[in-house]
């Protein structure tokens, strides 16, 4: 049984919300759900794919949403759907203590391609990365079916 963006959306925020800390004192990042569901006018998303966290800075805006992971950057627009990512990898999402910053993580495409977005180091990038993890097994379990 494949599972809806709707069901994917409740259970990946509810990992986001279950393991996060300290949301308030996140300065890049936040989690969207219906009470903070806003326009996001550099993306087109399908009707079904729903956003569940972001991380808009001055030079980027990139957003997690149940189907693939967006960025906007430099009047562009890079993207890659769940179903092609090979691997994720984080990189130094700590930063340093007391002192958020952004980074970049990188994504493997099946294909070997290599994509950087940014994330917000300390507290916050445990949003972002529980959102990508949650949907990619999510989205792992569906193709087993």
């Not at 092609?84 to 993580?105: A, M, T, W, Y």
């Not at 391609?113 to 949650?134: M, N, P, V």
């Amino acid at each position: 049984m494949t599972q809806s963006d709707i069901s994917i959306s409740k259970k990946t925020l509810a990992s986001i919300k279950r393991h996060s800390i300290d949301r308030h004192t996140w300065i890049y990042s936040r989690i969207i759900d219906k009470r903070n569901l806003v326009f996001i006018e550099n993306f087109k998303l399908s009707e079904v794919e729903l956003p569940i966290f972001e991380v808009k800075s001055e030079l980027a805006h990139t957003l997690i949403t149940t189907r693939q992971i967006l960025e906007f950057k430099s009047n562009e627009v890079q993207s890659i759907e769940f179903q092609f990512i090979h691997d994720v990898i984080f990189g130094n999402f700590k930063g340093r203590q007391h002192r958020p910053e952004l980074s970049h993580f990188r994504v493997i495409h099946l294909y070997g391609d290599k994509l950087d977005f940014q994330i917000e180091t300390g507290k916050a990038s445990i949003g972002l990365i529980y959102a990508i993890r949650t949907i990619r097994q999510l989205r792992s379990e569906n193709e087993q079916y």
